[in-house]
């Protein structure tokens, strides 16, 4: 079984950063590419960015390129969410999964943290 655990999230005002963290355990983890989601109230859980294992797969919403940025350190089996620019529409639950390839659809991953909730203000 694959575990998630989700960090870094917080209040910032509107033009500021955040950079999340999404540390894995469990079996097989080399096999796993890892993404993010967010979810905002009242709203589907939507895809930001994900990697594979090697790092060499990787890819972003088209409307968060140049702001959001993945990347991952398979020595602390983490990935991570650079967020810059933030804007109030930003705000979510962000959330790490896992999978055995990179999908863009919440129903392809079997494993989920439990999010971490990032707030923007103007």
């Known amino acids: 079984q694959v575990q998630l655990v989700e960090s870094g999230g917080g209040l910032v005002q509107a033009g500021g950063s955040l950079r999340l963290s999404c540390q894995a355990s469990?079996?097989?983890?080399?096999?796993?590419?890892l993404t993010w989601f967010r979810q905002a109230p009242g709203k589907e859980r939507e895809f930001v960015g994900g990697?594979?294992?090697?790092?060499?797969?990787?890819s972003v919403a088209p409307a968060l390129k140049g702001r959001f940025t993945i990347s991952r350190d398979n020595a602390k089996d983490t990935v991570y969410l650079q967020m810059n620019s933030l804007q109030p529409e930003d705000t979510a639950v962000y959330y790490c999964?896992?999978?055995?390839?990179?999908?863009?659809?919440?129903?392809?991953?079997?494993?989920w943290g439990m999010g971490t909730q990032v707030t923007v203000s103007s």
């Open positions: 999964a896992a999978g055995t390839i990179v999908h863009i659809t919440p129903d392809e991953y079997p494993y």
């Open positions: 469990g079996r097989t983890l080399s096999a796993y590419a």
């Open positions: 990697i594979s294992y090697s790092g060499l797969s990787k």
